[in-house]
């Protein structure tokens, strides 16, 4: 599915499109596959993804993280926060 820029493959497929009659100017668009019973099975598509790289916080960031967990939803009336009242 991603290949290679260093191994070439060759690859043979064979895909069904369709497009419908009465519609004079529709696209074309793809139907479906046909595997022969000749062709051997294909390979397992292998995905990869990337796991983002979260550095850890700045020091002034972190300090103030916990100080305003703390507080309590009062306290952030008082003060003037923005508070989710149900």
């Not at 598509?45 to 967990?69: N, Y």
């Amino acid at each position: 599915m991603f290949g290679s820029e260093k191994l070439a493959k060759d690859c043979l497929e064979y895909v069904v499109f369709e497009k419908h009659l009465a519609d004079e100017y529709g696209a074309w668009r793809i139907h479906g596959k046909i595997i022969p019973d000749w062709m051997p099975p294909g390979q397992p598509v292998l995905r990869t993804m990337r796991k983002p790289d979260f550095g850890p916080l700045p020091e002034e960031e972190a300090e103030q993280k916990p100080d305003e967990a703390k507080k309590s939803d009062s306290e952030k009336v008082e003060t003037g926060e923005n508070v989710a009242v149900a």
